[in-house]
């Protein structure tokens, strides 16, 4: 069985290398299954559709659509202002800014791939035009475009729920602090950089600035608060909070800053729609291919792996194994959680891993997936959005590449720093 499970994950990887739709991939894979197997054609099909039954998915393309009309509604550019009154006295001070506008534009996208669309057009070329090296502008806007899906609301943290079953409101809290800390340690390697560089600052500091600016931004700031405020609290189910996040999102677009036209509302409901119907298929499959390999015993044969290689008590050992097969999955697969973590979910539950402690760990690995070479694609998105070369972003992006991973060791042996809220508040 494991061969046939080794000719399953070949097949993925090919088809995936070879540039073929991933959903492509993926139900090549199962189909190579079910003919080797011997299987029931109709596995398949049954396998997606209770891939995509869970309730919790229909969270999903609500917070899609929601994040596409703020981000249609030109909302970075309040959001900018605020971050410049805040950082732009800082050596390198655009740099940081970039940072905080990820916290901030990331926690209402939910999305790493729209935050850097949405914020990268916009502040690569004024650091281009600041002085900044155009590869070392690239390669920050992409990694800081991670901490978008720590901060809540975040798509895979709800796909995280969906497979897994563990809370949305305690991923949601869990996500809070780490996504915090990593901006702390990404901002930190840039006070470096700024200084060996001699960076300089963009502005000066003036409260009176920061009180207009917040103004300003008050609104969009508060649809986090208020979403992860309803879920905690019990006020909102998490698809009564995905709906809510569209409705607030409509009316501070059309009725209060009246930045969004019914034109522009089409195109967003349609790329809305285009891509919930691809992440959906994405995780149907994924779980046709989870059932597929647990059909295979992989699970089993990664659990007993892990005892023979770590015989004792700590599960760190064990933590560090999976997270580095799903960042090698995470270098080729997006979005990599529905279709890693059927696989790990009976270790995890064998080994009695805090699941909440895990997943903000697992989102933590989907960041260094996308940014960690040879694929890298959130920098090749940057790359291009910058019109820059990418192994000069690959390059510039190390720095970064280092910070992440000391943060994920940080997470790993410290998991406090994810669990204390969850656990202070639920």
């Not at 398949?44 to 969270?59: A, E, K, N, R, W």
């Not at 800082?90 to 949405?118: C, E, K, Q, Y």
């Not at 990694?143 to 975040?154: D, H, Q």
Request: aromatic share 8%; glycine share 8%; proline share 6%.
């Amino acid at each position: 069985m494991l061969f046939l499970a080794l000719a399953v994950i070949l097949t993925l990887c090919v088809l995936a290398l070879m540039g073929m739709p991933i959903i492509v991939a993926l139900a090549s894979s199962v189909i190579v299954f079910l003919m080797v197997s011997g299987g029931w054609e109709l596995s398949l099909p049954q396998q997606v559709l209770s891939g995509i039954s869970d309730y919790v998915l229909i969270t999903l393309p609500l917070f899609i659509l929601a994040g596409g009309i703020m981000n249609a509604s030109g909302i970075a550019d309040r959001l900018f202002d605020l971050a410049a009154a805040i950082f732009g006295w800082m050596r390198g001070g655009l740099a940081h800014v970039d940072i905080a506008v990820s916290v901030m534009f990331g926690g209402m996208i939910g999305t790493s791939v729209a935050d850097l669309a949405g914020s990268a057009s916009v502040i690569i070329p004024k650091m281009k035009k600041n002085g900044y090296p155009g590869p070392f502008a690239a390669a920050l806007s992409a990694t800081s475009s991670g901490i978008g899906i720590l901060v809540p609301p975040s798509s895979p943290m709800i796909l995280y729920s969906a497979v897994t079953g563990t809370s949305l409101g305690a991923l949601f809290l869990a996500g809070l602090v780490p996504g915090l800390v990593l901006a702390g340690t990404l901002m930190l390697t840039v006070a470096i950089l700024a200084r060996k560089n001699d960076w300089k600052p963009m502005q000066c500091f003036a409260w009176h600035e920061v009180m207009r600016t917040g103004k300003r931004a008050l609104l969009p700031m508060g649809l986090p608060g208020l979403i992860l405020g309803g879920l905690v609290f019990g006020i909102l189910t998490p698809s009564e909070a995905g709906a809510f996040a569209v409705a607030y999102a409509l009316l501070l677009s059309m009725a209060v800053y009246k930045t969004l036209t019914f034109r522009d509302l089409r195109t967003v409901l349609v790329e809305a729609t285009v891509l919930t119907g691809e992440v959906m298929l994405v995780v149907g499959f994924s779980v046709a291919l989870g059932w597929a390999l647990s059909e295979a015993r992989v699970p089993v044969a990664l659990a007993d792996l892990m005892q023979a290689l770590f015989p004792f008590e700590s599960t760190v050992p064990q933590i560090m194994l999976m997270l580095l097969l799903a960042l090698i999955a995470g270098m080729v697969l997006d979005p990599l959680i529905p279709m890693i973590m059927p696989i790990l979910l009976p270790s995890l539950m064998a080994l009695d891993i805090d699941l909440v402690h895990f997943g903000v760990l697992m989102v933590v690995t989907v960041v260094l997936g996308q940014v960690t070479p040879p694929v890298a694609l959130a920098l090749i998105v940057a790359a291009r959005i910058g019109k820059e070369d990418v192994i000069a972003t690959f390059r510039a992006n190390t720095p970064f590449l280092i910070a992440m991973f000391l943060f994920l060791l940080l997470l790993i042996f410290v998991p406090s720093i994810a669990t204390w809220l969850p656990n202070l508040v639920m």
